[in-house]
């Protein structure tokens, strides 16, 4: 069974630039992981510094591999999450 995520992330319009580059960089390099099926970056639309992420895995193990490469270290926990002022995460599995 197919794994999601579904990620909002806030951060100051400041920090929007930096935030939606490396969340862009970071799609690049999840997209060729081999249990991605899927990973979409939104600007949310009447939100400045609003951002969706729609992540989909072949399975738990997956995103579990995903969370321990070097890509997300650098660009998700060291570059994106220090510039949030909120992030809320749904884990679903896929029906």
Known sequence: MAYAVV??????????????????????????E?????YEVHAVADEPGGFLLYERYTDVAGFEAHKASGHFEELIVETVWPLL???????????
Do not use: G, M, Q
Not at 34 to 38: D, F, Q, R, V, Y
Not at 85 to 95: H, K, M, N
């Open 85 to 95: 002022s909120d992030r809320a995460v749904t884990f679903a599995e896929v029906l």
């Open 7 to 32: 990620a909002h992330y806030r951060c100051a319009p400041a920090d929007e630039a930096t935030v939606r580059a490396a969340l862009l960089k970071a799609r690049e390099s999840t997209r060729a």
């Open 34 to 38: 081999p249990a991605n099926l899927l």
